[in-house]
């Protein structure tokens, strides 16, 4: 029998010893208890915040159920963004809004050739509660009570669907202002049960909080700070790093460019500003015009940043500028909305939600 303390001890005793050591680095930091996640969430939300533990339960379910790990960092991301959009409202009032809505309700009727009258016409009839729609939309106060009124009109009015069916104003909603589009095409694993449809789902605390989640931090970029992420929860999935790409493309083609993300046209084959400008660097890049197509439509992934297109383009960009130019920047994009009335833009709102994002980190 070997002993411990012969040479040949000694020595595998080490080997054992520095193994072990070596095996704790690799070991993953175990994860955080459900109770103690809550618990945080309670104590870095602003004091002003009512029913707490309540908004804290459904934050900690949306991490949980989307694996995302609970860290400071991503906690006060949510809850920055939140406070932003709605500070910790499931159905904010909104000032005005019976008047934005017919002013939408009628622009995009126009849009859709659908004569004004016909739309009034329609909306006087009486909805389930006694009063007409119209006197419904008079009296409105929430973007989800709007919405409401909308799937009730389209669902009972007969032909509603066909002739009403996209004059919904509401596109975004619920306490962090998601996209409703973005909730319908990311519904897979929501682990509520649906009320209706996913568009309730977005105006309800949980599923609001759920599918802002995910558009927040559902996504890889590895971007040097949050501010980045903000933008794009404004201007889409990796708008920063496409913005990045385009101010590159301008810098080494000489062609000025709209700096707001968008790489190419989305829904047309026809080549967008951005596409044509990288096309006058094909032979510069030993790159076809059908590769340069087939990179940029990567644009809303991950994958795009490994493309020989994105690592090129920037190898130039680096070598015209003498140094390693930025691979993130701001949108340049003004906020369009029917409720807003100043001059906002993409990047105002990154900055808004980064200060309460500090503000959370400090406490």
């Not at 909306?123 to 799937?151: C, H, M, Q, T």
Request: hydrophobic share 40%; aromatic share 8%; proline share 6%.
């Amino acid at each position: 029998m070997l002993s411990p303390f012969s040479p040949r001890g000694i020595t595998l005793l080490a080997l054992l010893v520095l193994a072990g050591c070596s095996s704790k680095k690799n070991i993953a930091p175990p994860a955080k208890n459900p109770a103690d996640v809550q618990a945080e969430i309670v104590r870095l939300m602003p004091a002003k915040v009512s029913n707490k533990a309540a908004w804290a339960t459904d934050i900690a379910a949306a991490f949980r159920t989307q694996d995302i790990e609970p860290t400071t960092s991503n906690l006060c991301a949510v809850m920055a963004v939140t406070d932003q959009e709605s500070t910790f409202s499931a159905d904010a009032v909104v000032p005005g809004l019976p008047g934005i809505a017919w002013g939408e309700i009628e622009r995009r009727a126009a849009q859709l050739h659908v004569p004004a009258f016909v739309v009034h016409t329609a909306l006087l009839i009486k909805s389930p509660n006694g009063k007409s729609y119209s006197e419904r939309l008079d009296k409105v106060r929430s973007e989800k009570e709007l919405s409401a009124i909308f799937d009730d009109f389209i669902e009972i009015v007969p032909m509603g669907q066909k002739l009403f069916g996209d004059l919904n104003p509401v596109h975004t909603g619920g306490p962090m202002q998601v996209s409703i589009a973005f909730a319908e095409a990311h519904a897979k694993g929501y682990p509520y049960p649906i009320d209706g449809s996913i568009r309730h789902e977005v105006f309800s605390r949980r599923g609001g909080i759920w599918f802002g989640t995910r558009h927040l931090l559902g996504y890889s970029a590895g971007y040097s700070q949050p501010l980045y992420r903000f933008a794009d929860f404004n201007a889409g999935w990796y708008a920063s790093r496409n913005t990045a790409f385009q101010a590159a493309v301008a810098r080494t083609s000489g062609i000025a460019l709209a700096l707001d993300g968008d790489l190419i046209i989305y829904g047309s084959d026809r080549p967008g500003a951005t596409e044509l400008a990288v096309r006058t660097l094909g032979k510069r890049l030993d790159i076809s015009d059908r590769a340069i197509r087939q990179a940029l439509e990567k644009g809303d992934r991950a994958e795009f940043a490994q493309t020989d297109l994105y690592r090129d383009l920037f190898a130039l960009a680096d070598k015209m500028a003498g140094r390693r130019v930025a691979r993130e920047v701001l949108p340049g994009i003004k906020l369009e909305s029917p409720k807003i009335t100043r001059n906002l833009t993409t990047a105002w709102f990154a900055h808004k939600v980064d200060s309460r994002y500090q503000q959370c980190m400090a406490r």
